[in-house]
């Protein structure tokens, strides 16, 4: 996936989801996610390993006081573009935090 397209794709992911969600917070969480884009995104060129401002963002994420709205946002992005979900689930362990969301799938429930 070139930069620009995942440029593109990023955009179109806080776009949807700030209509889906109907809250700035979803966009401060796709921001936070957005450095691990080359280690989560399904091509041959990516990287092997989370980079340092992947993993900040994520721990920035497990502080953050609403869980909820937190997989709401990355479920509605995540579903939408081409990402390596086993990949994005071991994110928080790779990382070295513990983000508490639940395995990504279209079904999964966040209210727990």
Do not use: W
């Not at 091509?43 to 937190?70: F, H, Q, Y």
Request: glycine share 4%.
């Amino acid at each position: 996936m070139s930069r620009v397209t995942k440029i593109v794709a990023f955009l179109v992911i806080v776009l949807v989801s700030e209509s889906a969600m109907g809250a700035p917070d979803c966009v401060s969480i796709l921001r936070r996610i957005d450095p691990c884009l080359p280690y989560l995104v399904q091509n041959p060129g990516r990287e092997d390993s989370p980079s340092k401002a992947c993993c900040d963002g994520v721990a920035t994420l497990s502080i953050m006081p609403n869980v909820k709205d937190e997989c709401e946002c990355i479920k509605a992005s995540v579903l939408l573009t081409p990402v390596d979900l086993p990949r994005f689930a071991a994110l928080p362990s790779v990382c070295g935090t513990d983000l508490k969301i639940p395995t990504i799938s279209g079904d999964m429930d966040c209210s727990q």
